[in-house]
């Protein structure tokens, strides 16, 4: 049997009708940038997040880099972060030319660990990015403290968790700004590269429009620096249509999460460790992620058996040579470096089935079985 991480055709073949509509409605428009479903998109994530503004830009990378600008982070200024999470993270706090300073994670979460942040603040300190990994969100509520404490930005990074929720409370509402990416892969995922950043603050959201189309309000007046970073009005278009699936989407998910679950403690027990779901959390299993020994090994034997899967992430942050001059060393975040080892994220995908589930835990069974 072959088993992909993610498979997106099905999902496409109950859509193409309404997606050829919206995209044939875009063209004989001809209205394709920042058109009414960029806004429309804009407007509904933004309601869907609890807050009042969204601003599409070109990508998730882009809506961290922007945010940092609209929230006032400069050079020379200082950005906490966890060093397990993707490049994007940290990449935007280097490309403003601030430093960003990396704090270990909860080994049951895989998300930063608040108890950790406070030892990390200087007087350079100007904001903190929490990053939602995997679909679940961080115990926000000590970083909220935290920063209201010492007056922080917060930028959440909210990638991989559209739709999860903290104590009843979205992604969004908590932090200053918050960063959407709409890769293809993404819970939500358009059909190239797309992102939003959602706020509850009317003068940071109208930063960030002006700084995504070069600085310039009015067109060809410019008061700052900014960029060439519009949501594409065509993948705003698709992205409308996938929108209204999302909940079932994400729901899906968390019911393959929990078949998976209780077919790896079924047959594994100790063997695997499986996601902790926080009680305060909902969430959304963008990743179904185990941590186990042999790690790189199971890969491997996977892979021969028709089971693709992913680490996310081999090589932590702090421990990348692009930021070898911040003076990190191993051993600095031995959580992080800990999971970096042991993390292996399954197939999960909301048409994945159960026979799909089942082969691939047997195969794990076979695995640490020795047959």
Partial sequence: MKVPMLDLTEQYQGLKGQISEALDN?????????????????????????????????????????????????EGDEVIAPAFTFFATAGAIARIGAKPVFVDINPKTFNIDPSKIEAAITEKTKAIIPVHLYGQMVDMDPVVEIAKKHNLAIIEDAAQAIGAQYKGRSVGELGTTACYSFFPTKN??????AGMIVTDDAEIAERMRVIRVHGSKPKYYHHVLGYNSRLDELQAAILNVKFPHLDEWNNLRREKANNYTQLLNEKLGDKVITPYQDENCHHIFHQYTIRVERRDELQAYLKEQGVETMIYYPKPLHLQPVFSN?????GDLPETEKACQEALSLPMFPELKIEQQEYVVSKIASFYKGE
């Fill in 188 to 193: 939500l995922g358009a059909y190239g590269d």
């Fill in 326 to 330: 911040l003076g990190y060393n191993e």
């Fill in 26 to 74: 875009v063209m004989s428009k001809a209205h394709f940038i920042l058109g009414d479903n960029v806004k429309s998109l804009e407007q509904n994530v933004a309601k869907y997040s609890n807050v009042g503004y969204g601003v599409g830009v070109a990508n998730g990378s882009d809506a961290l880099h922007i945010s940092l600008l609209g929230c006032g982070i400069e």
